[in-house]
């Protein structure tokens, strides 16, 4: 039986996650100030893929507000429901998420999707993006279900209507209790985490990826996507074209180790106000051209968390192929991203971590000389 697809939503498909912290955060600390911003950013991870209610309730009776507060999952999310209604308009796509449904589309793979949200939000949060919604073979949403995930009725649900054996559906999700779901309804299970704990996704999951970039759909018998790129010459490595992001800012001090202990220098940009720019882009290894003292180079960068270091604040680190004669904190830097290379990855020497930044400012050199890449050099042009 040919596979068929199942996604998840929020953190899967599109960008909720960041918003339901934010918000739900807020609110949580305005009712308990005892709590700590941490303390409830971890029991909302453990929440997340659970409907809404049923997030709330878990919600109350982990951080104990039903017996400290005296407020009940119906109360918290009577609260939390309008603030977030009236933002659900700025969501956005997660990174490869048009580019695989459109890939899928294109190669008549059927897809569906199976989301704990309810249809009254779902309308909402696909506001802009109805030409998405559109294209799936069958929606499930949590109210169509007696019992929401870990419980796997929804994807039972889906497959059937999709006319597919479970065992022959992919299942997409960002969750632990959404992969749960899945494999216990007998599908593989693919997980790209939306919480910083990946080992919790190790016993429902077939493989745990990065960002829908990182999908080899053709190890679960999927046709393969067809968009990247070789280097050539007999080397492995390949890159995908990304929509074409621009970004600009001072330079700013970064942990100060890029040229201490790397020998490689990255003129880091503050995220803050790259906000939009950043969750346009999965965490990842990229390539693109920057722009600094009238000069356009090309560059290599990492946006993300840097595991080999376990950073717990994420950053924007472009090394610029290029021998300056001085530092430039303070000035300038203009980017532009057209390229994907890689996950960033965890190394088990700083060495292994250093070979691999010149392997990726190698690709650079060579695939930055060719289309579609060449012609984006001028966008930095004054
Ligand atoms: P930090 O942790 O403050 O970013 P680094 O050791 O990574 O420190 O050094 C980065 C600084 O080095 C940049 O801000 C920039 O001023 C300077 N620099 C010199 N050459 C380069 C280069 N080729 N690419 C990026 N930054 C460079
Ligand atoms: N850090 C990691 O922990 N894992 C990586 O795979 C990784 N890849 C990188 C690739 C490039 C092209 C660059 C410029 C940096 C990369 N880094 C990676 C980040 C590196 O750890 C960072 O520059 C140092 O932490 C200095 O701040
Ligand atoms: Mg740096």
């Known amino acids: 039986m040919a596979p068929t697809v199942i996604l998840d939503l929020d953190g899967t498909l599109i960008n909720t996650e960041q918003l339901v912290d934010e918000i739900c955060t807020a609110v949580v600390l305005e009712i308990a100030p005892r709590?700590?911003?941490?303390?409830?950013?971890?029991?909302?991870?453990?929440?997340?893929?659970?409907?809404?209610?049923?997030?709330?309730?878990?919600?109350?009776?982990?951080?104990?507000?039903?017996?400290?507060?005296?407020?009940?999952?119906?109360?918290?999310?009577?609260?939390?429901?309008?603030?977030?209604?009236?933002?659900?308009?700025?969501?956005?796509?997660?990174?490869?998420?048009?580019?695989?449904?459109e890939h899928l589309r294109a190669r008549g793979v059927p897809f569906g999707l199976a989301t704990s949200t309810p249809a009254t939000y779902l309308k909402e949060k696909m506001r802009g993006h109805e030409d998405v919604l559109a294209m799936m073979d069958c929606v499930v949403t949590g109210c169509m279900v007696n019992r929401g995930k870990p419980d796997p009725e929804i994807f039972v649900a889906a497959s059937a209507k999709l006319g597919a054996e479970a065992s022959a559906c992919v299942v997409l999700e960002d969750?632990?209790?959404?992969?749960?779901?899945?494999?216990?309804?007998?599908?593989?299970?693919?997980?790209i985490p939306s919480i910083r704990d990946r080992k919790c996704f190790?016993?429902?999951?077939?493989v745990v990826l990065h960002s829908?970039?990182?999908?080899?759909?053709?190890?679960?018998?999927?046709?393969?996507?067809?968009?990247?790129?070789?280097?050539g010459d007999g080397s492995a490595d390949r890159v995908l074209p990304v929509p074409t992001i621009e970004m600009r800012g001072p330079v700013v001090k970064g942990f100060g180790r890029g040229s201490t202990q790397l020998g490689i220098p990255t003129a880091n940009l503050d995220i803050v106000p790259l906000k939009h720019q950043?969750?346009?882009?999965?965490?990842?290894?990229?390539?693109g051209f920057a722009s600094i003292r009238?000069?356009?180079?090309?560059?290599?960068?990492?946006?993300?968390?840097?595991?080999?270091?376990?950073?717990?604040?994420?950053?924007?680190?472009?090394?610029?192929?290029?021998?300056?004669?001085?530092?430039f904190y303070g000035e300038e830097l203009s980017l532009v991203v057209v390229g994907y290379i890689r996950p960033e990855a965890d190394f088990t020497t700083l060495e292994a971590l250093v070979e691999r930044i010149h392997r990726d400012a190698e690709v650079a050199r060579v695939v930055l000389e060719r289309e579609p890449f060449v012609g984006k050099r001028q966008m930095l042009m004054p």
């Open 294 to 327: 009238g000069e356009t180079h090309k560059m290599v960068m990492s946006i993300g968390w840097n595991p080999y270091f376990d950073n717990s604040k994420k950053t924007i680190e472009p090394w610029l192929l290029h021998e300056f004669e001085s530092d």
């Open 35 to 101: 709590l700590s911003p941490s303390v409830v950013h971890d029991a909302l991870e453990r929440v997340r893929g659970m409907r809404p209610l049923e997030a709330s309730r878990a919600l109350c009776a982990s951080l104990e507000l039903s017996t400290l507060e005296r407020v009940t999952g119906e109360a918290l999310l009577e609260r939390t429901s309008p603030l977030l209604d009236a933002r659900w308009r700025e969501v956005r796509l997660m990174p490869g998420a048009r580019r695989l449904l």
């Open 212 to 231: 829908l970039y990182d999908l080899e759909l053709e190890k679960f018998g999927l046709p393969a996507f067809d968009d990247w790129l070789p280097v």
């Open 202 to 206: 190790e016993a429902w999951s077939d």
């Open 175 to 191: 969750t632990p209790v959404g992969c749960e779901a899945a494999r216990r309804a007998g599908c593989k299970t693919i997980a």
């Open 278 to 287: 950043v969750d346009s882009l999965a965490p990842g290894i990229y390539l």
